[in-house]
Structure formats: C-alpha cells, structure tokens
C-alpha cells in the first residue's frame, strides 16, 4: 500500500472509530445496534496498534530484532524453544483468556453499557495491552525471569516479597470467587450440575486414552472428549427431566461448595497427566472454538443492545454489587481492560518461546486486544437482555426479594419492568427451574449468549442447549482455573516453606503435597464458603475484592516496568507505564479504601459489620462479622503492601533521576542472533 | 503464478500456522521434540517418559482469570 493510500485508509479508520465512539457516547433512547460497539472496539484496537505500540516498540523499549532472544541462547527443546510468532501469540492468547473478561463485563452492565465499554476500550489500549507487552519484552531480556524475580531485582527486597504476597493473595481470593460463579451457575440445576460433573470422567478418560491408547494424540482426544461433552449437555436435558436421577443432581449451593472443595483438593494432589493436562485441553478446545463462533454470531446477526447507556446504579445503589462508578466500574472489569495477573502469563512460558525480541509487539500487545474483544463481546451478551430480565438474574434475594413476585415487583419499580411470568418462560424455555437469584455473572452471560445463537440455529427450540453450552463452557472455564490455580499456589507455598524446612519445599514428597495443597484449597474454599452463606449473593463483597487484589498485582507490574524504563535512561518516555499505573493506583486506592470504611454497609465491610452487631442475633451473625472484618484486613494489607511498593519504586526513580543511584538494568548480555543475516537480509 | 495458485498457498500457509499453532497448544509439538531430542518413536512408555519430564513445568504453568 503506497504511502497516501495508508494514511487515508487510517484517517478513515480513525474517523470511523470516533463515529462509533461518540454514537456509544451519545445515543439516547431507542435501542442501539451492537455492531457500533464491534466497529469501536475494532478502530480503536487497529489504531492503538499501529501507532501506539509501534510507537512504545520504537522510542520507548528500542525493540531490537539482532538481539538474540532467550529461546535461542538457551533453546533446550523443552522450555526455551524459538516458536513462530503466530504460534505463540495462539499459545499466549489461550494462557490469557479465562472467564474474567466474560464474568466482570456482564457484572459491570448494571451500570448501563457505556461506562464498560469505554473502560474496556481505553484500559486496553493504554492500560492492559502495554502492562503484557512490556512485561514480556523485559521478561524475554532477563532469560525468561518471571514477576516476583524481576521486582526483587529491580525495585529491590521488599519489592520481589510484596509482589509473591501479591501473586498468593490474588490467587486464593481469585480461586473462592471463581468458584462461587460455578456454584451460582449450577445451584438448583441438575442440567448444569450433571453436564459440568460430567466432565470429570471425560478428562480422567482423555488422560488415560492418551496415556495407554494414543500416545501424544492430543488433538485428537480432545475432540473425542470434546464430543462427549456435547453428549453430556444432550443427556443432562434428559436427567434433570427424569425425577429420580435428577434429583441426585440438584444440590444446594453448600453441597455445591464442599464439593468443589473436594475437587480442587484431589486436581492439586493427582498427577497433572491424569486430570488437570485433560481438563485444560478440553477447556481450551471448548474456549477458542466458542469465542470464535460468539464473534460470528454477533457480526452476522448484529444484535441489539436493550440495556440503556447508563443506568441509575451509576449512583452507587446497583443490585449486583454497590458502590459509585468510580472506581467501581474499574475493578470490576480487571481482565479486558488491564489485569495484573497477565503480567504472571508475561513473564512465565511466553518469553522462553519468543523468536525474536520485535515480536513481543504482536503477542504481548496483539493478544491483549484480542482479549479485550473478548469483553466486548461479554458486554453484547450481557446488554441483549432487557434491562429488567438482566437485574432478575443478577440481583440476589437478599435485596430484592424472596419471591419471583416480590422481585419482579422491586425490579419493575426501578424502571426496568419484568414479571415473574415472563421470568418463568424464560426459565423453561432454558431448561432451569427458576433464573431469579443467579448472582455471579455467568448465568446472565448464558442466557445472552443462548439469546444470540438461538437467533441463528435451531431457534427458540435450541435455547435450552445454546443456555447449557455455555454454561458448560464457563464453567470448564472457571474450572481449569481453579486446578491449574490450586497447583500453581501448592507450589508457590512449597516454595517458601522450603526455606523453613528443606523437606516441605520437595515437590514430590506426599505429606508435603498433601499438607501444602489442604493449606491452599482451605484458603479459597473459606473465601467461596463465606460467599455461599452471605445473604446478599456473596458476589457483592467478594467480587471488588478480587479485583481489588488483580488491580493491585498490576500496579506491581507497572511499578517494575517503569522502574526499569527509568534505569535504561528513557524516563522522559515513562509516562507510557506511568500513566496507566497513576490511574489504577488512583482507582484501587479508592476502591479500597471504601470498601473497608465506606459508611454505607452495603459498600464498607466493617459498616456491615457494625450493622450486623447492631441487629437481631441470629447463629450465623458472628460468622458474618468476622468475615466482613476478615475480608476489611485483607483489603488493607494487600493495599498497605501496594503502597510500600509503590513508595520504594518512586524513592528508586528519584534516586535515578537525580544521580544519587546508579542506573544498572539487570539484562541478559547482550547476544548478537544467529540469524542476523537472515535479519539484516 | 496465476492468481489461484497466490490464493492456495495463502490458504495452505494459514492452515499451516492454524496447525501448528493448535500443536502448540496441545503440546503434540513438545511430544514430537521431545522425541526427537531423546531419538525415540512414539510408544506409550516415550509419553510416559515425556509426561513425566514435563510434570514439573506442567504444573506450575498459570492459566488466567
């Protein structure tokens, strides 16, 4: 493309997106179409990725392609291999994509479409897609050294043990709440229940059919098990019809959460071949082929957002979770705009698969804005419903009410009329019992995306299905997470109780394995068991705190990134960390500090706890207090600890800039690639 | 070259990376070197061998949220 015909192709482009842009911004009243969210969405990631990472590639990281890269210096064929770029961009996008950018959208819509869509937009632009991108090209410059390593190394002590308290604290939270989404999914649903308990034989199948049968077919016994997880979504329609097999199904949200406690026990402890290697397989299978059809089904049949642009709940006053926009919005959305827990996926298998130090751009940068398609098209999902069906969903009973009527009723009077009829309809016409009081997110997303794709095949009749498929495929989601995260978190504990007893650090010695992996899942599961006993759904409290928690592990991210953009001699170009680490410190600062003091206890947790002091005393009332005063300190160490590393990081810089410290990056040596012929040529 | 035969190598050359991207992913391509570099052929105990080799990194590989 000459060079005119280019720049009138991005005039036009940027024209475009600010069309779009200013229409999201704009319209008011009559329903919108959510294709202006798609053309956004696209001009902007189109923009930012020609010119703004190409301009962090140039001036500010001075990505150079004859610089040998770790995958080639230490290729070993097992962790340091060099990779094609579009093959680890796939490999990287499919580390990076769970169920956060689908869940924390749909939770967002109760402030109307916009707040998540701009946030989403700009926090992947000049937030999200710069945290991964800088990360992984400081990564790839230091052998592949992961977060905790290049903290300690940079910013200094305190800073590599604030960043592993960081990385636990996010893990256990992010653990309980994950599971409580799958646990709000299936309670009361021997559909859901039977299909997603289902796929713990299929994975136990595939390990072994891959183990004795058809050694290293892995692609092939995915779409085996894949297959037979269709046949158990087909099945699962059959049982919860049946009145003696599915009442074996249809559990309580405490049976539920034992359950699960149970099964991320025994993922921790079994051999990764056996479960946890299957699971992820399927789950990724089932992800990339599902995202890929949700995006199709959107673009073909373009469909139309019913939530408003804003709603009331801007306030602060939402069911799904109180508090204002700011910061609300910000931490509820953490994957899709920025999260802190790519710079991990950053910073561990990515750069040992790195070619050659320019692709970083396309997958550190490229693969973010992928994702953050992905939360866009949660958001579709989420605002197709009526407003009023949405807040049925999503509102739990403690706030609007034990009945369908009572709640239809409360969530009519906000303006968003909905019968308890229709939400009955609706229920059967998705195969589950009642949708009223589904808190958590993935219900809601279900049902939008059974919305969409029962518009395109098989119509109304498929609803069932299309709403079972995706409830499966999120809680294959949640449940990947929640072994690979039980593991990773096993490990992390046996890493530092191995410095107080050598034998507690061996990863293959049973009463450790067993003692470390019991610490972890009891962590999440008091987290997910406190979520499943509060009356108001669990979510509203449990939520902000894990993004809280993401938000603050990105701030960790960012404070090492800029530290080390300050050393190498370009802090007049800082500001491109900088900025988004102000705002999110800002935000998670905020966020914080409302959460624990806010003087309204639908927000403050110890405002919650002093209201339930000062009620009537039920058993459980002691229980409710120490958790909300349980999660109000965990809140404030993980930010006290943010802050100490905020603080060591700027007294660095200061130091830095004014020559009072040396400033010494700690990179690999520089290595001239072997293929700098084939570069230069 | 005619324009047809331009048009089958793109599409070859994208299923290609779609292939090998997805072998990746699935780690069939891990298998496929780790064979190579230890010069054994596919049998169940060279999968057990790599399984077990690979268990550590396997497990401490964090998928996110």
New interface residues.
Partial sequence: MSKPVGAVVWVALAAAGALSLATIAIHRGEPLSAMWLVVAAICSYALGYRFYSKFIAAKVLALDSLRATPAERLEN???F?R??K??????HF???????PLVGPVLAAQFGYLPGTLWILVGAVFGGCVQDFVILLFSVRRDGKSLTEMAKDEIGRVGGFVAYVAVISIIVI?LGV?ALIVVNALKASPWGTFTIAMTIPIALLMGVY???LR?????ES?ILGFALVLLAIWGGQWVSQSPTIGRYFTLTAPTLAILIILYGFAASAL???LL??PR??LS??VKLGTIAMLALGIVALRPTLHMPPLTRFIDGTGPVFAGNVFPFAFITI??GAI?G??S??SS??TPK?ISRETETRMVGYGAMLAESMVAIMATIAACVLQPGTYFAINSPAGIVGQTPEAAAGVISGWGFPVTAMDMHGLAQAVGEQTLFNRTGGAPAFAVGMAHIFSHSIGGQALMAIWYHFAIMFEALFIL??LD??T??GR?MLQDALGHVWKPLGR?SWYPSILSTSALIVLAWGYFLWQGVKDPLGGINSLWPL?GIA?QSLAIVALCVATTIIVKMGRARYAAVTLTPLTWLAAVTFTASYHKIFDPNPRVGFLAHAQQLAAGPNAPTTARLIFNDRLDAMVTGVLIVLVGVIVLESALGWARVLSGRAEARVREAPFVTTRFATEEQG | MTNADIFTNQVRRVLG?VR?????????S?????L??HGLT???E???L??R?????????????
């Fill in positions: 064929g097992r962790d291999v990779t094609n579009w093959v680890v961009f796939g490999h499919a580390a990076i994509a769970g169920p956060g992010l994950c891959l183990r004795g050694p290293g077919k892995v692609l995915s051999p990764v071949w946890l290697a992820d397989y990724t299978f953490a994957c999260s827990f790519h991990l996926i561990g298998t698969l990947t997470v690979a995260g593991r990773v490990f990863t894990f993401n | 990376i090998a991207t997805l072998g990746e992913i699935f780690e069939e891990a298998y496929a070197r780790f190579d570099r596919s049998s169940r060279a999968y057990a790599f399984l080799e690979s268990e550590a990194s396997r497990g401490r590989r964090v998928r996110c949220c």
